[in-house]
């Protein structure tokens, strides 16, 4: 089920929630084997967008394609497409009565007919992937906040899925963990060839790993581009948001004013 074009394919998408348009005009082409780096402020629409990514929100103009194929509208076609797409949640979302190994069989067991034995034996390969082999045994309450985010990084990788998708990987991190945690992402992208995209307003930790960038603000994209020249760009919107400013083109209170503007 391989192809040659973009994993992941957006044309002039809008995006609503509760009637209201959070994203409009967004165009963005993930090649094959790309990690990028999608980043905004707060609010800026990034969970938004990555809802469309998994299907969970349909585009009100636009399309949405991936893996060459447009998003499925059929229950059963997008839970198909779904095991496909490897996704961690912002937090880790283990279950906390569950060792790492128990985690990481979940997705297994839920969408595979796989031998008990197998399903071990692809657990520990997943666990050995984030540098926790070791660490199959325990519950997520004795592992750093690095080591749980690393588990339920192998948790998304279970079912082998060509793509991932990260939502805010680092939050509540230290800088180390986060390094570790970029690191990894890296790393599992090149070595399994996989596409990655990752969605987070932690531009400096992710930048580094990332092959593009875009930035979201004000409703759509305002920038796509390297992270060499996102450093480098001038545009004072993506400034304020590169330099933590707090005064600038995004409003300081942008989601108050946009729920003012509905
Ligand atoms: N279910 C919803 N109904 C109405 N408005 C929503 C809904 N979900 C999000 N919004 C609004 O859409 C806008 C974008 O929210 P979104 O969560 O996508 O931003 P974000 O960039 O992911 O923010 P954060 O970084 O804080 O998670 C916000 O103004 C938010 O209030």
């Given at each position: 089920m391989t192809h040659p074009g973009p994993i992941v394919e957006l044309s002039g998408v809008r995006l609503a929630r509760g009637g209201r348009t959070v994203l409009d005009g967004i165009d963005l082409s993930v090649p094959r084997g790309q990690v990028v780096a999608v980043l905004g402020p707060s609010g800026s629409g990034k969970s938004t967008l990555l809802a469309a990514l998994t299907g969970e929100l349909e585009?009100?103009?636009?399309?949405?394609?991936?893996?060459?194929?447009?998003?499925?509208?059929?229950?059963?076609?997008?839970l198909e497409l779904r095991k496909r797409i490897g996704v961690m949640l912002q937090g880790n979302g283990l279950l906390t009565d569950l060792t790492a190994a128990e985690n990481v069989a979940l997705p297994?067991?839920?969408?595979?007919?796989?031998?008990?034995?197998?399903?071990?034996?692809?657990?520990?390969?997943?666990?050995?992937a984030v540098g926790l082999r070791a660490a199959a045994d325990a519950f997520p309450r004795e592992l750093s906040g690095g080591m749980a985010r690393r588990v339920a990084l192998a948790r998304a990788l279970a079912l082998d899925p060509?793509?991932?998708i990260y939502d805010e990987p680092l939050t509540?991190?230290?800088?180390?963990?986060?390094?570790?945690?970029?690191?990894?992402?890296?790393?599992?992208n090149d070595t399994l060839g996989l596409?990655?995209?990752?969605?987070?307003?932690?531009v400096h930790e992710t930048l580094p790993v990332a092959d593009h960038a875009i930035v979201i603000a004000n409703g759509s994209i305002v920038f796509s581009g390297t992270p060499a020249e996102l450093q480098a760009t001038a545009d004072p919107l993506v400034r304020q948001f590169l330099d933590g400013e707090p005064d600038g083109p995004i409003p300081f209170d942008a989601v108050a004013r946009n729920a003012e503007a509905a």
């Open positions: 585009p009100a103009a636009g399309s949405v394609r991936l893996f060459g194929q447009p998003m499925p509208t059929r229950a059963r076609e997008l297994l067991r839920a969408h595979t007919r796989l031998p008990v034995e197998l399903i071990e034996r692809l657990v520990r390969l997943k666990l050995h060509p793509l991932m509540g991190l230290d800088p180390i963990a986060s390094g570790v945690v970029m690191e990894l992402v890296r790393r599992l596409t990655s995209i990752v969605v987070t307003h932690h």
